[in-house]
């Protein structure tokens, strides 16, 4: 079963912290990988800018460093700092790992006059070109994510002796915003690129449960034609691949994910205040509606983070916090290793109908109901 | 040179044994009532009486050796256009169940059946007795890991389909920002009743049909959708609140679109939508065919016709040049009838060229679906060799143009509509998921809903299949209202509201253990396998074995 944990918090912290909420968690077979995100990036020997670009992934060989560096500069990027791991190898089950990169980028000079839509895609391109060298070279080559202040790790494992065999307690790494997934896949055979969180042009969710509905939604996003959409190792890849659609291709409020991948019924739709417009979207977006159970956790540019519930709630889900700091995971208990003191009549657990969004400020939870009507300047 | 009399044998002699069917009569349980002769639609049956003799040991010579019994029983007429059909109404009504027919599978009729140069051909559907293709479709994916299975019985499930063109998102929120129009749309239930026309139907299956229909749309809120084929509908149904619930079929012949055209001032509601005929998978290459016997007083009117001549429609548009035009012309002028408000399709023989048609009507913006009708399709009236042997079975072709579709990222603006053998062997809910799941958005149904709910008695063995000349014993495709009283409508709708009870529940039990419940699964062919390697290959599925 896949667990998931969350925080994100006003100071960055260890990402240790969420480690030991999964670990707290831990029932069961959980060692097919973990996940890390981390955005709102502070390293403890580099002062890190966070405009510049991150790359997160992992050099099997010391030819694909190489080739890596080649991609790179040929891109024009310029190594700014290089983050090593001081890791112990013996607690990795995976032997073919070279170096697990973490490095921090100039963005090519070139790119100065291009508009952030141009540089968001080029960073897209670039990342997928990695990643393409990789597979051409028989998978020698993994990369995660290239995207401003936004890092990840991932590896197959054990959370906890991952998280012991990459140091991250001793905090030469810490982070605004923290996401770990430990999971037992459900579909598909252990890879890395199965490993939650998925990310994608700034956006990323992580999930638990399973996505039934998995084949007609990727068939219809890869259909899209938009390079990003691509992939596809886990069920759960499509969640940050609808959610980038429905923020940033069609320029929907974060709130209309929820009614893209469970629209209310015709029943509901018809006392919605706007019902005529979800009824259209339900039917234009029909092959992105998830058949769950799925808790989604879902982190967007500008340190936003979202949780949202499948329509059926077969999958638990619990936040709470205190202004400043909140928590979210898939037990309780994830939430006590995470914020152990905390006023816990703040606690919420999401329903099916909920969006809890926890904004850049933390100060308090958003929690938005599908019944009630969404910020839709036009079209509503 | 003179033939030999006495050896009753000419070129089309046949004897009974080499009829598709036999009658087995027992004289012993026989009341002679005479019903079964009586009803029997192809009068094949003659109650005569026969003279066996009883051979007696006599030993005395003044006395005769045999007697002889005269008894009563049935000659079977060996005449290939009165041989008997199958159809068992005559051990339907014999009260003592002394009659009955039975398959005989030597038949030789079969070469005779060119009587008069004309080539053999019958109503009903096409003789393959083999297994279906979609009957041997399963659903393995069986969500065992981390979804709990779902309760089919207490669970909410989602399975509606929609009928109509759909805008790709980016246009749908453009359109309703600036207020354009935006093309019409219904959600309806995925199981939609197959054209069958009126002419084709007896009125008292039509009104129980959409009276089972409007039962289910308005008490049970399915949203069933019946196809109306060829032909127009009665006057009173086009300006009923019923109109919603019927897709009017215009078709090569036009017929009954004199009625329709005249009767839009006075329309209620907009039907469901309108389905233009290029073809059927029954015949392909030919247009709807209503024989002489069924051109009644009603229908003459509906249709603008005298009585009693052959309806034969042609087989294309004939105003127009190539589909290309035909589809973008009639498209547009059917859609500015009822001002852009109605759906508006075309329904198409399965063919190996579907696909080019599909491609057209993507680049159509006023197209709204496409209904693709397979090789076991039915039909009223066809030839033989068009029913059995010309069009082109329906999973290949549907899983083709939806492939297609997803390669351009169109699967859900054009819907795609499977017909044709839908249920053929009873198993209607595993062929129509079957197909969804290969990415039809829905399914016809004709020749199951005659069977299920009026109880017709054709089948894959020939049996029966006189659907062409207005004899059909059970009241479903007559004229004539001596036969059609057999058939009570209020029971007919009974019977389609049961059906589609039914046909839900299975859908619920096949999706629950395969985790989905929010959305009817079209495409999913991850759940689905076969156990041939070839079909798998070709529908890409898995093969299990």
């Not at chain 2, 002769?37 to 005395?60: E, H, Q, W």
């Amino acid at each position: 079963m896949c667990r998931l944990a969350m925080k994100t918090a006003s100071e960055a912290f260890s990402p240790f912290s969420v480690i030991s909420a999964m670990e707290a968690m831990q029932e069961g077979y959980d060692g097919s990988g973990l996940g890390l995100l981390l955005r709102g990036l502070e390293f403890a020997d580099y002062n890190y800018n966070g405009k510049d670009p991150v790359l997160s992934g992992i050099a099997h060989t010391p030819e694909a460093l190489h080739r890596l560096d080649g991609i790179m500069e040929g891109k024009g990027f310029q190594l700014k700092y290089d983050h090593e791991f001081e890791t112990d190898r013996s607690m990795v089950e995976a032997q073919d790992r070279f170096k697990y990169i973490l490095r921090v980028y100039k963005q090519p000079d070139a790119w100065t006059s291009f508009t952030e839509e141009k540089i968001e895609e080029e960073l897209l391109m670039t990342r997928i070109g990695i990643r393409l060298d990789g597979e051409t070279h028989g998978a020698d080559l993994t990369v995660f994510s290239l995207w401003p202040d936004v890092g990840m790790i991932k590896e197959v494992g054990w959370p906890l002796e991952i998280g012991k065999a990459f140091k991250l307690n001793e905090d030469r790494v810490k982070s605004r915003i923290c996401f770990a997934q430990g999971r037992q896949n459900t579909n598909y055979g252990i890879n890395l690129y199965a490993c939650h969180p998925f990310f994608i042009q700034g956006v990323c969710t992580m999930t638990n449960g399973e996505n039934t509905a998995f084949t007609p939604i990727k068939d219809w996003l890869s259909g899209k034609g938009f390079p990003g959409y691509m992939g596809y190792q886990s069920d759960s890849e499509v969640f940050a691949h609808i959610l980038h659609y429905v923020t940033k291709q069609l320029g929907l409020p974060l709130q209309a994910y929820k009614h893209v991948m469970t629209p209310l019924s015709n029943a509901e739709l018809a006392v919605h205040p706007q019902g005529d417009f979800l009824l259209g979207l339900r039917q234009v977006c029909r092959r992105l509606i998830i058949d769950g159970p799925n808790a989604v956790i879902g982190s967007l540019p500008g340190e936003t983070c979202m949780i949202a519930m499948d329509a059926k709630k077969l999958r638990p889900m619990m936040i709470g916090g205190n202004p400043g700091e909140w928590a979210a995971a898939s037990e309780m208990c994830g939430v006590d290793a995470m914020i152990p003191v905390r006023d816990r009549a703040n606690d919420f657990q999401p329903m099916r109908q909920h969006t809890v969004i926890i904004p850049p400020d933390r100060q308090e939870l958003e929690i938005w109901s599908q019944f009630d009507q969404f910020p839709q300047n036009q079209a509503a | 040179m003179v033939s030999i009399r006495s050896i009753p044998s000419e070129p089309s002699s046949l004897s009974p044994n080499d009829l598709p069917w036999r009658i087995v009569h027992d004289e012993n349980r026989c009341t002679l009532c005479g019903k079964c002769a009586a009803v029997c639609p192809v009068n094949t049956l003659k109650l005569s009486y026969m003279r066996k003799r009883m051979p007696r040991m006599v030993l005395n010579s003044s006395e005769r050796g045999s007697n002889f019994k005269t008894f009563v029983g049935i000659r079977q007429s060996t005449d290939v256009g009165r041989r008997c059909v199958g159809c068992g109404t005559c051990s339907m009504v014999c009260p003592n169940e002394a009659i009955a027919p039975v398959h005989n599978s030597t038949d030789r009729y079969k070469f005779q059946a060119t009587a008069g140069g004309d080539a053999a051909k019958r109503g009903g559907r096409r003789n393959d007795a083999s297994s279906s293709l979609l009957d041997r479709i399963i659903f393995n994916r069986i969500s065992m890991l981390t979804d709990p299975a779902l309760d089919a019985g207490r669970h909410e499930f989602t399975y509606n389909t929609i009928l109509g063109r759909v805008l790709p998102p980016e246009e749908y929120i453009k359109r309703k920002l600036s207020g354009e129009w935006i093309p019409p749309t219904r959600e309806i239930f995925p199981f939609i009743i197959g054209s069958m026309s009126f002419g084709a139907l007896s009125p008292n299956m039509w009104l129980g049909l959409l009276q089972g229909v409007a039962y289910c749309n308005e008490v049970l809120g399915i949203p069933v959708v019946m196809a109306t084929g060829e032909g127009g509908c009665p006057p009173w149904v086009l300006k009923s609140p019923f109109l919603k619930y019927i897709i009017l079929q215009v078709a090569s012949g036009y017929f009954g679109w004199d009625e329709i055209i005249r009767a839009i001032p006075d329309m209620q509601c907009e039907p469901a939508a309108i389905e233009i005929k290029y073809g059927q998978g029954a015949k392909p290459g030919d247009g709807g065919l209503l024989m002489w016997f069924k051109v009644s007083k009603l229908i003459a009117r509906l249709r603008g016709v005298p009585e009693g001549i052959d309806l034969p429609s042609p087989p294309v548009h004939q105003t127009l040049y190539s589909i290309e035009e035909s589809v973008m012309k009639m498209i547009q002028s059917m859609s500015m009838a009822w001002n852009f408000k109605v759906p508006v399709y075309p329904k198409i023989s399965g063919s190996t060229s579907a696909k080019a048609v599909l491609n057209n009507l993507v680049r159509n913006p006023y197209a709204s679906a496409l209904l693709i009708d397979g090789i076991d399709g039915g039909t009223g009236a066809a030839y033989d060799i068009s029913l059995n042997a010309t069009g082109h079975p329906i999973a290949t072709n549907v899983r083709d143009c939806y492939l297609d579709l997803c390669k351009q990222g169109k699967q859900n603006e054009i819907p795609i509509f499977a017909a044709g053998g839908v249920g053929k062997n009873g198993n209607v809910v595993q062929n129509a998921l079957a197909l969804i799941m290969l990415g039809a958005s829905g399914v016809h149904m004709g020749k199951f809903i005659m069977q299920s709910a009026a109880g017709c008695l054709g089948s894959e063995q020939n049996r029966c299949n006189v659907c062409n000349v207005g004899i059909c014993p059970k009241g479903i495709t007559s004229q004539n209202p001596k036969i059609y009283r057999r058939l009570d409508p209020d029971k007919v709708a009974e019977r389609v509201v049961e059906t589609f009870q039914a046909i839900q529940v299975e859908v619920k039990k096949v999706m629950a253990p395969l985790g989905r419940s929010q959305s009817l699964p079209i495409g999913m062919s991850d759940a689905l396998g076969i156990a041939d390697k070839d079909a798998a290959d070709r529908l890409n599925i898995q093969y299990v074995c």
